[in-house]
T-cell receptor, first 113, second 111 residues
Framework: NAGVTQTPKFQVLKTGQSMTLQCAQD?????MSWYRQDPGMGLRLIHY???????DQGEVPNGYNVSRSTTEDFPLRLLSAAPSQTSVYFC????????????FGPGTRLTVL | GQQVMQIPQYQHVQEGEDFTTYCNSS?????IQWYKQRPGGHPVFLIQ?????EVKKQKRLTFQFGEAKKNSSLHITATQTTDVGTYFC???????????FGQGTELSVKP
């Protein structure tokens, strides 16, 4: 199993550009989530999904969209990038929910100029 | 929504010294998880505590869940340079199914 994969590893955007961060898992996990990590702020939840077709907002959802059309994939879309979205983004998945072990991807380091 | 406070934010120790990080909540928790993130890496699950007063050990790491299930601690005995990283606690939000992380404690160990 590849586990949780994220692409790209690094990305530089200009303010106003849009892009999609990809996340995929091959463990047949129902629960997937996106976090951003900033110095001194820990991991903050952006969006999460408890299964295909179901998504919900986390702590910091503004400026981001998600969809979950399949069990395996959970892409994160930045609609119009802003410098405040410069961060490291982690995708995570677990078998059935928040009480299960979360498996994290390697992260995407995003810089918005 | 659920919030959990984690202290301290940073801890610098000499190799061989002990280390403790604490997570505190104003509300009763159903469970708490602990993760470790090495520098440049991603968070990796360490353990989950569920029962009131629960104590679990993993080699030099001791995890405790408070009797009131409102706080938890991670204690490392005789730190080693391999313990360097950031330790996070995580709790399930009591208003839904999402997992919320504490701010983390960054541990540095001087050889």
């Amino acid at each position: 199993n590849a586990g949780v994969t994220q692409t790209p590893k690094f990305q530089v955007l200009k303010t106003g550009q849009s892009m999609t961060l990809q996340c995929a898992q091959d463990m047949n996990h129902e629960y997937m989530s996106w976090y951003r990590q900033d110095p001194g702020m820990g991991l903050r939840l952006i969006h999460y999904s408890v299964g295909a077709g179901i998504t919900d907002q986390g702590e910091v959802p503004n400026g981001y969209n998600v969809s979950r059309s399949t069990t395996e994939d959970f892409p994160l879309r930045l609609l119009s990038a802003a410098p405040s979205q410069t961060s490291v983004y982690f995708c995570a998945s677990s078998y059935s929910g928040a009480v299960d072990t979360q498996y994290f991807g390697p992260g995407t380091r995003l810089t918005v100029l | 929504g659920q919030q959990v406070m984690q202290i301290p934010q940073y801890q610098h120790v000499q190799e061989g010294e002990d280390f403790t990080t604490y997570c505190n909540s104003s509300t009763t928790l159903s469970n708490i998880q602990w993760y470790k993130q090495r520098p440049g890496g991603h968070p990796v699950f360490l353990i989950q505590l569920v029962k009131s007063g629960e104590v679990k050990k993993q080699k030099r790491l001791t995890f405790q869940f408070g009797e009131a299930k409102k706080n938890s601690s991670l204690h490392i005995t005789a730190t080693q340079t391999t313990d360097v990283g950031t330790y996070f606690c995580a709790v399930r939000d009591n208003q839904g199914g999402k997992l919320i992380f504490g701010q983390g404690t960054e541990l540095s160990v001087k050889p």
